[in-house]
Nanobody, 124 residues
Framework: QVQLVESGGGLVQAGGSLRLSCAAS????????MGWFRQAPGKEREFVAI????????YYTDSVKGRFTISRDNAKNTVYLQMNSLKPEDTAIYYC?????????????????WGQGTQVTVSS
């Protein structure tokens, strides 16, 4: 059974940092792109960052470019999201997800596996 377990969320002041981790179990995902999405209260889920299967390419939504960094360790079957210079508008539940294949997709419908989510709250 495939499981994705996120950790690292919490409450932080504006300007602070958090590092999210997502550990996968049940199978390896070294052939799949992986991504982070988020959903704020009253808003639709949005793509945050994507990393290709080798980690050689990364993609970010405009609002987090220069502040967030996605990375992965295929040996540990884990993907990370380093979040710096956090802003109150980054407050959301963050989800990691595994793409259906090696392709890069910006919509959640192209992701087969999802974690349970971790809350990130940034106070002003």
């Amino acid at each position: 059974q495939v499981q994705l377990v996120e950790s690292g969320g919490g409450l932080v002041q504006a300007g602070g940092s958090l590092r999210l981790s997502c550990a996968a179990s049940g199978r390896t995902f070294s052939s799949n792109a992986m991504g982070w999405f988020r959903q704020a209260p009253g808003k639709e889920r949005e793509f945050v960052a994507i990393i290709t299967r080798s980690g050689g390419s990364t993609y970010y939504t405009d609002s987090v470019k220069g502040r967030f960094t996605i990375s992965r360790d295929n040996a540990k079957n884990t993907v990370y999201l380093q979040m710096n210079s956090l802003k109150p508008e980054d407050t959301a539940i963050y989800y990691c997800a595994v793409s259906k294949d090696s392709g890069v997709y910006y919509t959640g419908s192209s992701y087969d596996y999802w974690g349970q989510g971790t809350q990130v709250t940034v106070s002003s």
